[in-house]
């Protein structure tokens, strides 16, 4: 299976704050890296997918960068909403595969 | 609108069979294929396997064994049977949609936290 390694695995920031989050993969994954924001007990939402493309309805206050193994997410200006676990996540090879997640709370 | 609604029981004792379905409203059911996930505190986001609309099947490696994945493209749903459930099986269980060219996952379902105690 590919390794996705996120950090950090937990971040403290303030409303207004640029946030920045790191994915790297075990093997190279081309761009076939997605981002996804969870709140506790719901389902991931696809922010980002192929590594560098904003979803659909996704403010653009998200942007992500990467190909090969290394990847990041950055959130600028971050808002209230903005409180929640990212996840990255290879559909390079199956089994897809997610790193463990980075938990950004209020300062 | 696409939505993803799924069900099935909660909560099951040691051995038994853990048994989810999801069915998709809106949107071309057979243009994409289907996706059961789950999520504990100890393994993170998991993926356990996935079906097309012809029925071919992906399982995970490490649940294989007692993974059976079925799809009704009549009734636009897809299930998941999971056998021989045990505690480290106690989770939180999803099913998406996966897109293919990229292949990312735009739409899931609700969520069905399943806990095995006996």
């Known amino acids: 299976d590919i390794q996705m390694t996120q950090s950090p695995s937990s971040l403290s920031a303030s409303v207004g704050d640029r946030v920045t989050i790191t994915c790297r993969s075990s093997?190279?994954?081309?761009?076939?890296l997605n981002w996804f924001q969870q709140e506790p007990g719901k389902a991931p939402k696809l922010l980002i997918y192929?590594?560098?493309s904003l979803q659909s309805g996704v403010p653009s206050r998200f942007r992500a960068s990467g190909s090969g193994t290394a990847f990041t997410l950055t959130i600028n200006s971050l808002q209230p909403d903005d409180f929640a676990t990212y996840f990255c996540?290879?559909?390079?090879?199956?089994?897809?595969?997610f790193g463990q997640g980075t938990k950004v709370d209020m300062k | 609108q696409v939505q993803l609604q799924q069900w099935g029981a909660g909560l099951l004792k040691p051995s038994e069979t853990l048994a989810l379905t999801c069915v998709a409203h809106?949107?071309?059911?057979?243009?994409?294929?289907w996706n059961w996930f789950r999520q504990s505190p100890g393994k993170g986001l998991e993926s356990i396997g996935e079906?097309?609309?012809?029925?071919?099947?992906k399982y995970n490696p490490s649940l294989k064994s007692r993974v059976t994945i079925s799809i009704d493209t009549s009734m636009n749903q897809f299930s998941l049977m999971l056998s021989g459930v045990t505690a480290a099986d106690t989770a939180l269980y999803f099913c998406?949609?996966?897109?293919?060219?990229?292949?990312?996952?735009?739409?899931w379902g609700q969520g069905t936290l399943v806990s095995v105690s006996s």
């Open positions: 996540q290879q559909t390079y090879n199956f089994p897809w595969t």
């Open positions: 192929a590594a560098t």
């Open positions: 079906i097309n609309h012809s029925g071919y099947t």
């Open positions: 809106g949107g071309s059911f057979s243009a994409y294929n």
């Open positions: 093997q190279s994954i081309s761009s076939y």
């Open positions: 998406a949609r996966r897109s293919g060219g990229w292949q990312y996952f735009d739409h």
